[in-house]
């Protein structure tokens, strides 16, 4: 999971694209990078950190030029705290690419030696994302033959790339002198949407990013999603082109963006992420109806944010109070996408306090949208029961995490998902829960796609079914070894 946006405009482009990062700082913590484009001239600026810490006056005054993009980095492939792999990357033939992207490529053993042997490209880190830019790289390098570059080189380049690159992508680059360049993979597993700002001349000003969010804060109006498969390619002039490049492309977004990542302020794929949650919220309390009898529960709590809309529904439908009990301390990142169980475990503690008064002697229902590795949760249980709480039930407006997740969040490794071949009840006595209550898996399906054309979305790391059908036990055990290496 990371953060992209992609801006062509009339006027300098550093401003927009600075304050689209810190809409999107919720999809990765670990570093930022901003890239623009003057004419043919690239400027750059990347640094570790949260997009507020990263840039400088003089850095911001640097980025000139009237396209550009940006990107917010959670790590899911590499290291996380190196330096080498803070995106955006470059590469300076043909003409010279600057690429960001989100997603995870699940093929990238057979991508380094076809780039080192074949391609006789060489990548400076360990990144999925410098690969997938070598890979457009040597494609649009083949399609040209030394012309002139066209639109249609492009988009044959990139149904190049979608025979090649496996996995989920929606990528941005900037190709020097031409243009902007989006793409989506086939599956269309991770966001991308497109927005458009008329201008006084009867041009337009463009905006691609992750969340429809950023395009409505910067009075961008939303066009559309970018399809499955598809490329968009607007050029030095604004002009927008754009082509489907992929062979049967089928839509199926992560299910894991409406359950935690994504704001609920955003569209994604035609869907309301808030809409969505409030249905997750309603499924889930037609499950713990037939499992707890409701005047064993005295209030209703959420796991602030992403649980709220759930949590109230939860409270509506079984006709209990909603209480606030937890408090959130807002400098403190998102713990679920800290790098390493002990920093997650202190990150708990320093982001919530439970509020004595609002659990003392009472039989409390918590809903929290997911348990992943079960750290959070247990910690959040042992806050509920020191401040007073009689019994703890906890329910989840997601299924049980049992495999991992392997197109762009940080659910490498089996072992450490604590619902992975455990029973409802063994997990319950991990946590020291009372009782435990789980969405089920056609329940979430039912609450994300209510009313949406969409007939699929990835599920992969609740049914172990993966959208690509490349994963296999020898990938999933490779991946669990590189990580623990």
């Avoid at 955003?266 to 949650?277: A, C, H, K, L, Q």
């Avoid at 309603?282 to 944010?305: C, F, N, Y």
């Avoid at 939860?314 to 996408?337: C, H, M, P, S």
Wanted: glycine share 8%.
């Amino acid at each position: 999971m990371c953060g992209i946006v992609g801006v062509v405009a009339s006027d300098l482009v550093n401003q927009q694209i600075y304050d689209s990062l810190l809409l999107l700082q919720h999809r990765g913590q670990d570093s930022t990078g901003i890239a623009t484009m003057d004419g043919s001239v690239f400027h750059m600026h990347k640094s570790k950190g949260q997009v507020k810490e990263a840039y400088r006056t003089r850095d911001m005054r640097s980025l000139m030029g009237n396209l550009g993009l940006g990107h917010v980095r959670y790590a899911t492939q590499g290291a996380a705290d190196s330096e080498d792999e803070v995106q955006p990357f470059y590469v300076n033939a043909p003409y010279g690419i600057i690429l960001v992207h989100n997603g995870n490529l699940t093929n990238t053993r057979e991508l380094e030696k076809d780039l080192f042997n074949i391609d006789r490209r060489h990548t400076n880190s360990t990144s999925d994302t410098e690969m997938l830019l070598n890979v457009l790289a040597t494609e649009l390098q083949v399609k040209i033959h030394g012309k002139e570059l066209s639109p249609q080189d492009i988009f044959d380049a990139i149904k190049s790339v979608h025979q090649r690159v496996q996995g989920s992508y929606a990528a941005i680059a900037l190709i020097a002198g031409h243009g902007l360049l989006a793409f989506r993979d086939p599956f269309g597993i991770r966001p991308l949407v497109i927005g458009r700002r008329k201008c006084e001349d009867s041009k337009s000003d463009w905006m691609i990013a992750s969340e429809s969010l950023v395009l409505e804060n910067n009075d961008y109006e939303i066009v559309r999603d970018v399809e499955p498969g598809e490329a968009i390619f607007i050029n030095m002039n604004g002009e927008l082109y754009s082509y489907q490049c992929a062979v049967n492309p089928c839509l199926c977004p992560c299910s894991f963006e409406y359950v935690y990542l994504a704001r609920p302020d955003s569209v994604m794929n035609g869907i309301s992420v808030y809409e969505s949650r409030l249905r997750m919220g309603d499924r889930l309390a037609e499950t713990i109806k037939k499992q707890i009898v409701s005047g064993d529960v005295d209030v209703v709590m959420p796991i602030p944010d992403s649980s709220r809309p759930a949590a109230m529904q939860v409270a509506r439908q079984l006709g209990i109070e909603y209480r606030e009990g937890f408090f959130k301390n807002r400098y403190v990142g998102r713990t679920f996408i800290m790098p390493g169980q002990a920093q997650r475990k202190k990150s708990v503690r320093q982001k919530l306090n439970a509020m004595g008064t609002e659990f003392q002697g009472k039989n409390i229902l918590i809903v929290d949208d997911s348990v992943v590795r079960g750290t959070t949760s247990k910690q959040i249980v042992q806050m509920a029961r020191f401040a007073g709480a009689n019994q703890v039930t906890f329910t989840s407006a997601a299924p049980p995490v049992r495999f991992p997740h392997v197109y762009g969040i940080n659910m490498p490794n089996r072992n450490e998902l604590i619902a992975h071949d455990r029973t409802i009840k063994d997990i319950a006595k991990i946590l020291n829960i009372d009782k435990l209550v789980y969405q089920n898996v056609e329940d979430l399906k039912d609450a994300i796609l209510f009313g949406s054309s969409i007939k699929e979305l990835d599920l992969s790391c609740f049914t172990g079914h993966y959208v690509t059908n490349n994963v296999t036990s020898e990938y999933l055990s490779w991946v669990e070894s590189s990580y623990s290496s």
